[in-house]
């Protein structure tokens, strides 16, 4: 059971992961930088006491999730864009996980609109008990009412310290599952619409690593000094080439990422495009409940 201490942790992550949540949607606008607003959302994490858990996200219309910028990153913001904002924020390894979604079309609205009204009604449902194939048929009856369809292969998921995927699935759509949300529990819930085909496969850009295995076989005295301080650094917890530029040039650590994801020594993290190439929306909450109330950290 979580205690007062971890819970205040929390609270505060939460709240200083919603505010830059907020900042960053405001500088989504056509022409902006992707890494520009990228880093001022992060900067503005640590300022407030936190650290980022992961990566900002940018992924832009049929992106679903996990484009970061890299290095010298020179994408913008197109015009008429469903851009979803992806961020986090931990305290001592206690994770939050919020994203919003900033439509530059009107016409894409209800889309938008969509991913947020089944958030809400995903939530109002929350209790200790309740089966989370049941949260996701309700996440699927909103987003098909407006006349979308949910990501079935993407969904929320249980947090605990310094592990940002804990291994209890949220699903987007009605599941049969024994799993049931837990009281004193930290999840995620982030349901996806799409006016696609409703599924997501992986893209060969990669932008986002983290730590899987530090003590694999095959490496050599350099790379296990690099997993060494990743490790130290982030802990299991996703991470960036543009938070270790001081470990190399840019194209070293493209290889040496590459190389040790490909020994087994980090997790990848391809952009996820949606299969039908729909456009895709997204909101998220983090939530937790606690003496029977569902508490929302991300509000």
Known sequence: MITEEEFDLLLKAGKIAAEARDYGAKLIRPGES??????????RIIRAGAKPSFPCNLSINEEAA????????????PEGALVKLDIGAQIEGYIVDTAITVSLDESL??????????L???ISNLKPGVNAGEIGGIIERIIKMGGFRPIRNLGGHLIKRYELHAGVFI????????TRISE?????????ATDGAGEVLEDKRVTIYAVRNTNPKRLSDVEKEMIRILYERFNRLPFSERW?????QPEELRQRLKALASKGALYSYPVLMERGKGL??????TIIIRKGEVFILTK
């Open 34 to 43: 992707v890494l520009k607003i990228c880093e001022e959302v992060e900067d």
């Open 66 to 77: 996990h484009y970061s910028p890299v290095i010298g990153d020179e994408r913008t913001v």
């Open 109 to 118: 609205n209800p889309l938008r609109q969509a991913s947020a009204d089944a």
């Open 120 to 122: 809400n009604s995903a």
């Open 171 to 178: 699903p987007n759509v009605f599941q049969r599952t024994s």
């Open 184 to 192: 004193g529990e930290t999840y995620a819930i982030e349901p996806f």
């Open 244 to 248: 270790i530029r001081d470990l190399g």
């Open 280 to 285: 895709v929306s997204q909101f998220e909450h």
